[in-house]
């Protein structure tokens, strides 16, 4: 029942999936981060379904851009903008350049700063037109199967694009596991304080894997540096949150995993 409890757990926090709502307890925290790269699974199959119905004679008539904004949409859709609040809070507090206690303390802080809007902005604009030219791709492909049965062109490439959502967020949960916190406290010091680590280690380590292997089966080139970008994302963050912060934390999380989902859709989409 703790592993049920721990998959409802982490849609109701991390998404906006209808989940049944009880009392948390620290035995249902356990698993909480197995489930997370779930919630990624959702948003990439949402952009597969986005892509498949791009491609059907009946819908031939709605632009590129109308499929390209919904996609665009989807993880602010699907999470709530959670990940993406962490996202604008930390550029808010990297660009402080205050000393460590003020860039925490900045992370706190409900209130948007200059630098999070303008990189907000930007960042949906880069993730607008990144959708409009996956669209693009997908609509000037072949049919919907390659006449063999197998993936067509296009579907090997959206189905790398699909993927790295949950790629994202294995690696996002690792770093809650295997890096030391920022601070002791707030909800995701509490999920990764309360985990079952053994499991959930092991878990997050063969969902890192799979997801890789999975991108990789589906377009060889495009995939392996798809996951070679997702690594290097991962590298960077983890660095620059012992520099900066001293640990990991939830905002920084979602930084990183905002930061990976774009430049992995980026390089899905352009190579």
Known sequence: MSVLKSFAIVFSMY???PMPQFAW???????VMCFFPLVGAVQGGLFFLLCFLRRLPVLCGITDEVFAAAAAALPVFVTGGIHMDGFLDTVDARHSYGDRGKKLQILKDPHAGAFAILYGGLYLAFGFALAVQAMKTVGDAGGITDGTGGLPDW?????????????SRALSAASLMWRKSAKHEGLVYTFASKAQKKTVRVVNFATVVAAAAAMILAAPFTG???VAVAFLVYLYYIKMADREFGGIT????????CICELLGFATAVLI
């Open 15 to 17: 998404s906006r999936v």
């Open 25 to 31: 307890k620290d035995k249902d925290m356990r698993y």
């Open 224 to 226: 392996a540096c798809s």
């Open 155 to 167: 579907a090997g490439s959206a189905l790398v694009a699909a993927l790295i959502p949950v790629l």
């Open 250 to 257: 939830g905002d920084l999380a979602g930084y990183f995993l």
